[in-house]
């Protein structure tokens, strides 16, 4: 195998390019083979012409490594399998992008993506016969194979510093402020930085909370800091969503405002809403997702030349593994309600807005 591909693919997230350093920099120095970056994702393969470029292992320097955002560029829509074309019709585009692969002359891939792109990617390995590795990242961290993806940690410490920064304009104010963080579908960034940044309250979708419980447990205070997950049901089960002109889901959106509207009349406190949503994508990696980005680079370059394909490189009981895609992206993992950090939240007084509790 002398020639592999690397791309980026999904919502970007910090330490993307932490990992495409480590594909480029082991797959050159230690198995002497040239690296091809595809931009945009499979968007890259289905361009003609490709859109690739040979990756410099001189280029690979300790800029990249402190660069947010993805310099390969990337994509979270475009399903090549459901392709919307510019008729409105969708059609199978997958040959297009296997076509593109072959094209660059490539022996192999390696997808760093979330749970969505790595099912995709895997879906075209298999039809166009490419071996492929996947690196696993995720700010939602909801991949449950792994202990750890790219760029969760580094949008905990964005949401920890503001809920550091909410607190004192919050007891300034006598105010309660609503601080509405990432997460689609899991709550953990909400679960985690609430506890890292003291919230008096965590809104999650894996537990329901009554908005009156919410107003009397507010009552005793003189300020509160809430954190909500964009992905929290508003008190009748419905999501509050943002949908794009077709009436498709695209993203979530809205259920910081949704709480200050129900409990402005419930409460005499002034409410005030922060939506956090990209700044936790962006900016420099923090010190872990570096190394475990790094590691999955590397790790990942060793997988595909070793022959094994078809694999997710995971991190699993403090060391670097492989794990078929299947067993890897199988396991989807949402915040355990019965779990250590919410029996930690629940022993520091941090109220989850349930009634009766
Ligand atoms: O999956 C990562 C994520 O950042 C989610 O937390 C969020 O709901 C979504 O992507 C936002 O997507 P977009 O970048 O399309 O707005």
């Known amino acids: 195998m002398k020639k592999i591909g690397v791309l980026t693919s999904g919502g970007d997230c910090a330490g993307l390019n932490a990992a495409i350093r480590g594909v480029v920099l082991h797959a050159s120095h230690h198995y002497g083979c040239t690296v091809y970056g595809i931009r945009q994702g499979t968007h890259g393969l289905i361009h003609r012409p490709v859109l690739a470029d040979i990756l410099d292992p001189k280029d690979m320097n300790d800029d990249v490594l402190r660069k947010g955002g993805t310099f390969l560029g990337t994509i979270n829509k475009g399903n090549p399998f459901h ?42 390995s298999k039809a166009g016969n490419i071996p492929f590795v996947a ?59 609430g506890i890292a940044g003291g919230a008096d309250m965590i809104l999650l979708p894996e537990i329901p909370y009554k908005i009156d419980a919410i107003a009397a447990f507010l009552k005793n205070k003189t300020s509160a800091i809430i954190v909500v997950a964009e992905a929290a049901e508003r008190e009748s089960g419905e999501k509050s969503t943002v949908k794009n002109e077709l009436g498709n889901v695209t993203r979530y959106a809205g259920i910081g405002d949704y709480l200050s509207r129900e409990l402005s009349g419930k409460i005499s406190a002034e409410i005030r809403v922060t939506v956090l949503g990209h700044i936790q994508r962006g900016g420099s990696p923090c010190a872990k997702d570096r190394i475990f980005a790094s590691a999955f680079g590397v790790h990942a370059v060793d997988t595909l030349l070793a022959g094994r394909t078809d694999r997710l490189v995971v991190w699993s009981g403090g060391e670097v593994k492989d794990i078929s895609i299947n067993d890897g992206i199988g396991i989807y993992r949402s915040v355990d309600i019965h779990g250590s950090l919410v029996r930690t939240a629940r022993g520091l007084g941090i109220s989850f807005g349930e009634e009766n509790v």
Do not use: W
């Open 135 to 193: 690196i696993p990242k995720t700010i939602d961290d909801d991949i449950g194979s792994t202990d750890h993806s790219i760029g969760f940690l580094t949008a905990l410490d964005v949401a920890t510093d503001s809920l550091d920064r909410l607190h004192p304009t919050a007891q300034s104010h006598n105010r309660v402020m609503i601080l509405e963080v990432m997460g689609r579908d899991a709550g953990h960034i909400a679960l985690n930085c």
């Open 83 to 124: 392709f919307p074309m510019k008729d409105g019709t969708y059609q199978d585009i997958s040959q297009t992008v296997i076509d593109g692969f072959h094209a660059l002359g490539l022996d192999g891939l390696i997808g760093i993506g979330g749970d969505g792109s790595t099912a995709i990617l895997q879906k075209i």
